[in-house]
């Protein structure tokens, strides 16, 4: 039996299974990211050595018990000239989609965060919904086919429906904006939701897999989902702070609403490597 704790997600389950089906979550946070400043600002969690030559900031982060893991793309040439990227979370529906669902699929994240870049400014917008349209009503992407298509799992989805965000907004609204960094924090209930756009497409899934593994019983359970558009205008490293107080009260949360596991699943998940027992 090989015990892990390298971040090489999905390396280490010989062994394991008995424990790990009695884990009711893991300690892995899914962070992504989109357009600069979203892709730039969550490198120190990276697990790719050429995205993060600093090495993975994110096990164990900050002694909190929680495992930082992010995805985002690369604009090589800048996004005018490469508005799609490349690598990760590609500013693509069809993309975008088989990235989520390989990720989750492999971290069982017990808390997502997706990222986008918003509106002009600089912004910390927390988006309360998000909505599934109609097939043809997304705004066309870069690269045939345009818009999401019926293979994707979302097709799925009822349209017009809304799936609500499980971030705890409020706080983490309050912490940001108590930092007086250069930047407006806000909730946004607006009726024109995050867009129409592969933002509104991602936010929309961060909040969907949330809903769909809240369950208590769920073996991977998941206790907020939602996302985040950060303004054009916000500086890097204004948003590397304003990540850092999200990811800080994310976890706070988390302590608070994470029920403590069995000695059994405390050893289940400490032999995965993917995540540990809550502390106590």
């Not at 909190?64 to 000239?81: H, M």
């Not at 998000?130 to 293979?151: E, F, I, V």
């Not at 024109?192 to 991977?220: I, K």
């Not at 989902?225 to 800080?248: W, Y």
Request: with cysteine.
């Amino acid at each position: 039996m090989r015990i892990c704790g390298t971040g090489l997600v999905g390396a280490c389950t010989v062994g394991v299974a008995a424990s790990m089906a009695m884990a009711a979550n893991t300690q892995n946070i899914l962070i992504t990211g989109y357009w600069p400043p979203t892709n730039e600002m969550l490198r120190q969690w990276s697990t790719n050595p050429s995205q993060n030559p600093g090495g993975w900031q994110g096990l164990d982060w900050e002694g909190r018990g929680y495992n930082i893991y992010s995805y985002f793309p690369e604009f090589p040439g800048g996004t005018g000239a490469n508005p799609r990227g490349t690598g990760d979370f590609q500013v693509d529906y069809q993309a975008a989609s088989a990235d989520f669902w390989r990720v989750t699929s492999e971290l069982h994240p017990v808390a997502i965060i997706t990222f986008s870049r918003g509106a002009s400014g600089s912004n910390w917008e927390l988006e309360s919904r998000a909505r599934k349209l109609p097939l043809t009503s997304w705004t066309p992407d870069y690269l045939a086919p345009t818009r999401p298509t019926s293979d994707l799992p979302i097709a799925l989805e009822p349209d017009n429906n809304i799936r609500f965000s499980s971030l705890p907004m409020t706080q983490i609204r309050n912490a940001v904006a108590a930092a007086n960094l250069p930047l407006t924090a806000f909730i946004d209930t607006s009726n024109d939701f995050g867009g129409t756009f592969v933002s509104e497409f991602t936010s929309y899934h961060s909040a969907w897999y949330a809903n769909l593994h809240s369950a208590p019983e769920d073996p991977w359970r998941t206790f907020a989902g939602g996302h985040i558009h950060v303004g054009i205008s916000t500086p890097t490293a204004t948003a590397v702070t304003a990540t850092e107080i999200t990811l800080r009260t994310l976890t706070d949360y988390l302590d608070q609403v994470i029920p403590s596991p069995s000695s059994v699943a405390v050893l289940g998940m400490g032999l995965l490597g993917l995540g540990r027992g809550r502390r106590t």
